[in-house]
């Protein structure tokens, strides 16, 4: 990689034996030992004019330092070239020799040049013809470069278009095994036609043969433009005449062929250097993986990680990197980075969802009951669905699936069966989003309280009206008309005050009004006017899912426009699959559900998450990129996720000193909307001091792959409504790991603060607990200068620290060394008493400072 001259080049770039110049070299006073020696450009001029002089032209002020005249050597240089990929990637060395700017010497320079300076003639003559043989050497090489390629090009194409040829006529045999060849030159090429004609041993054993072995049938079809079209599929770029001469070339000179593949050695299966680097594109999205892009690259992911090193990025070939980072990657490995055209199977999905058109029809409402704690939101859901939902086949009991439906006088309601909470936030604003009506329950005896406030924003931030149920009221205390003014407070205004807002006074308990509030909730909606597509592909949202132990995946989705249908293949979320079954809420096999109506759903790849969307397509192959794209997606982020915060822990750990603790936690959930719930509040509870991470979790059962994660972590096992296994109270107990079992998210809320104050540990705050002010100071032989005080606040106790304040300023502290009143040493004097104080080391007290005692103690954080 030198771009030094040394005296071997330098002696074949003048046409020298190396032996002479080095012997020429030294004669100029110049002694090199080593060919491989580098001459500098001085020394060059200054062997230069040893030879003239040597040859009687003396050179005037060569040696001066003026050098008026200069020559530019001609300079070759090594560059190592990476050329193939993947296994066949290799670096070869490729010598550039650098155009060559002769400066010929100026018309000034005179006599010298005009002289005839022979010498130097010859030398530029010689240097002039090397750099003749170079520019020829390095045609000649790019031209042998060319041919190369467009042998190998042809060679390519000759190989694809035998192929073809063999499947046609493997076909032709095949359709026309009796007849003459002649006899069906039309029919063999249709049948071939691109539908990846499976081939039979004998045709893959031909193909393997296709480089040279091959010879064109003398009565294969010949001109015809179909089987020509065919034939060069692809080779777009091939005008009609281009195409014809190929073709004849292809079939009339067979032998030639061959003979050339011979040659070149690149037939199909010859192999040939290529001799360009191979710039490949590729697409990246907004992360990837450091394998997938080695994939992409063909390189392997070594590499990848190694130029990520070079650019200061640490990563692991598991590990994703963000688009910046991989554009800039790749760069840096001489490719060729494209945005991904992000999404190009959710296009396809988006395409599909917009093609639905059709007539909107009316459609039942949706309702989402809301309020305070205990107020009744369970028992009236419970009520409505045990007193309304038709129960089916005889017997049949309602069951929990999410959502249920009942059928009034004024039509269909379909209610959410999420019991509200605060800690259900998360589901609950997902749930307005689906939701049209929101009932606010408020319990007569109790009032507005800080979950009805809440709820009342939720249902307002999404822009859904209120229907209000005074619950209770069969209770002694109610008072409905409390609640009502104190919903005004909030603007919740009843129609008989002069707002918008019905309001209903029932009771949950005795069924009271409960049809009052069917009514109002079927008047709200008929305002509403909600519509919805009834035909066509369903579309719609996850309520709820579980992974059920004999049906698999189960989820609750609720249609919002179209008809789903069994057989119907679905996209949900990352999951997809084919509806092998729908359930209603009464547990009855259904066979389609319309908008509005929410049913259980079996068939799907995998439990999704409440709140995905699912979406019908016409075909399993769509519903299953778009599936996977997801969730490669999904994956994808998480890791990136994963990856920041270990930084941040390491960052904050740097920052803070003892820095930010981590509470691991494992939460598992009967249902997937308790998952997320409970995911969402606990993190939630992180503060600068902890943070508290759910690193693992999910519906069902604690497995003993939960408790070894939590052992291994450190974590905290929450198990709600679910229990361990034998197996995962075995490793629980092994290793002691920390597992509590609740059924109300709010006692999941108060523990995890809890161990999470545990885990903050103790913090020292101190505490004042006396002030004296100096009176006097006396001196004591004893002492030293002891201060006359007077107590004016708390108690001033031995044995306790102290500071002295001058002018509210903290000059000294230190330790009380004496306290005392009347000559009596005491422990502790109180507020309003005269004492003398002796401080520590400390000579300086004067009249007018304060002493201030003060303790240290332990307070346990929390959050
Ligand atoms: N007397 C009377 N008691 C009721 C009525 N509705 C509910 N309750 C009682 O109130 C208590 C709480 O009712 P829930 O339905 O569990 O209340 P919730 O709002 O669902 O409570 P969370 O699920 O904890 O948020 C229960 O003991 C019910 O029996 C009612 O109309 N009258």
């Known amino acids: ?23 020429q070299l030294a004669e100029a006073g110049m002694p090199f030992s080593d060919p491989d020696q580098v001459v500098t450009s001085t020394e060059k001029v200054k062997l230069l004019g040893f030879l003239r002089r040597t040859h009687g032209k003396d050179e005037k002020s060569t040696e001066g330092g003026s050098s008026p005249k200069k020559i530019t050597l001609n300079r070759s240089r090594k560059q190592e070239l990476t050329v193939g990929g993947g296994k066949s990637r290799s670096t070869v060395d490729v010598v550039v020799r650098k155009k060559v700017t002769l400066v010929r010497p100026s018309e000034g320079s005179g006599a010298d040049a005009a002289g005839g300076d022979n010498e130097r003639e010859e030398i530029l003559r010689k240097l002039e013809e090397s750099r003749q043989r170079n520019i020829e050497e390095q045609q ?57 004609h499976p081939k039979t041993p004998a045709s893959r054993e031909d193909d393997r043969g296709a480089g040279g072995r091959h010879k064109p049938r003398g009565g294969a079809p010949a001109g015809s433009d179909d089987d020509s079209a065919k034939r060069f599929a692809g080779q777009m770029h091939l005008s009609a005449s281009e195409r014809a001469r190929r073709s004849s070339s292809a079939r009339g000179k067979p032998r030639r062929r061959q003979a050339e593949q011979s040659r070149t050695g690149a037939g199909p299966h010859g192999f040939s250097k290529p001799t360009v680097p191979v710039v490949r594109e590729v697409e990246i999205g907004d992360t990837i993986t450091v394998a997938d892009l080695a994939q992409k690259l063909a390189l392997k992911g070594g590499e990848v990680v190694k130029a990520l090193f070079k650019m200061g990025v640490m990563a692991t070939i598991t590990q994703s990197i963000d688009h910046d980072t991989a554009v800039l990657v790749t760069e840096e490995l001489g490719h060729k980075a494209v945005r991904a055209s992000e999404d190009s ?42 007193t309304k939902v038709a129960t089916g086949e005889a017997g049949g009991i309602t069951q929990h699936i999410g959502a249920y439906h009942v059928e009034t006088d004024k039509g269909v309601i379909s209610f959410l069966d999420t019991p509200g909470h605060a800690a259900f936030s998360s589901m609950r604003a997902r749930g307005a989003k689906l939701t049209d009506i929101v009932v606010l329950v408020v319990a007569a005896d109790d009032g507005v309280k800080p979950q009805t406030i809440e709820a009342i924003q939720h249902a307002r931030a999404a822009g859904v009206p209120l229907v209000v149920a005074i619950n209770k009221v069969d209770k002694s205390d109610a008072d409905p008309t409390r609640v009502k003014t104190e ?65 698999g995946p189960v989820a609750t989705v609720l249609v919002q426009q179209g008809t789903l249908e069994k057989g119907d293949y679905l996209v949900c979320g990352v999951q997809y699959g084919r509806v092998r079954a729908l359930f209603d809420e009464t547990g009855s096999q259904v066979d389609s559900a319309t908008p509005s109506i929410p049913v259980q759903v079996l068939g799907l790849s995998g439990v999704p998450d409440a709140g995905d969307d699912f979406v019908v397509v016409d075909d399993e192959r769509l519903a299953k990129e778009v599936a996977q794209q997801r969730d490669a997606k999904r994956r994808e982020s998480r890791l990136v996720a994963q990856a920041g915060n270990r930084m941040e822990d390491i960052l904050a750990q740097m920052g803070s000193g003892e820095g930010q603790q981590t509470l691991n936690l494992v939460v598992k959930a009967d249902v997937q909307g308790s998952v997320q719930a409970l995911r969402d509040a606990l993190t939630a509870l992180s503060t600068d001091d902890i943070r508290i991470n759910v690193i693992g979790g999910g519906v069902g059962g604690i497995t003993e792959s939960d408790a070894t994660l939590a052992a291994t972590s450190k974590a905290t096992v929450i198990g709600f409504n679910v229990r361990a296994d034998a197996s995962a109270r075995k490793v629980i107990e092994t290793h002691g790991v920390d597992l509590r079992y609740f059924s109300i ?39 030293g200068a002891v201060a006359g005080c007077m107590v004016v606040e708390g108690v001033v106790k031995r044995h306790k620290p102290i500071r002295v304040l001058r002018d509210n300023t903290v000059i000294f502290e230190g330790e009380l060394e004496s306290l005392r009143r009347f000559k009596e040493n005491v422990d502790e004097v109180r507020n309003g008493t005269e004492c003398g104080i002796g401080v520590k080391e400390y000579n300086d007290i004067k009249s007018g400072d304060q002493i201030e005692c003060f303790e240290r103690i332990e307070v346990q954080r929390t959050l």
């Open 745 to 783: 998210i709010y006692d999941v809320i108060d523990q995890v603060k809890q161990v999470a104050s545990g885990l903050l540990g103790v913090e020292i705050r101190e505490e004042i607990i006396g002030t004296a002010e100096v009176r006097d100071v006396f001196r004591s032989s004893k002492f």
């Open 140 to 196: 000649r090489l790019a031209e042998a470069d060319k041919r190369r390629a467009e042998e190998a090009e042809r060679a390519k194409r000759e190989a694809e278009e035998a192929e073809r040829r063999k499947v046609e006529e493997a076909a032709l045999a095949a359709a026309a095994p009796a007849a003459e060849p002649e006899a069906a030159p039309e029919a063999a090429p249709r049948k071939a036609g691109g539908h990846g």
């Open 345 to 386: 199977a959710e296009d396809a999905l988006l395409a599909h969802v917009e093609d639905a058109k059709g007539e909107k029809l009316s459609r039942p409402p949706v309702v989402t009951i809301m309020g305070h704690v205990d107020h009744g939101k369970t028992s009236l859901l419970d009520y409505i669905r045990r």
């Open 1 to 23: 990689m030198s771009q030094q001259t040394t005296i071997r080049k330098l002696a074949a770039l003048v046409n020298t034996p190396v032996d002479k110049l080095l012997e």
């Open 487 to 551: 919903l005004m407070a909030q603007e919740v205004v009843a129609e008989e005050f002069g707002g918008d807002i019905q309001f209903v006074e029932l009771s949950a308990k005795t069924g009271q009004n409960i049809d009052a509030l069917l009514d109002a909730i079927s008047l709200q909606a008929e305002v509403l006017e909600l519509t919805a597509i009834v035909e066509g592909r369903a579309t719609g949202v996850v309520i709820e899912s579980s992974l059920d132990k004999g049906r």
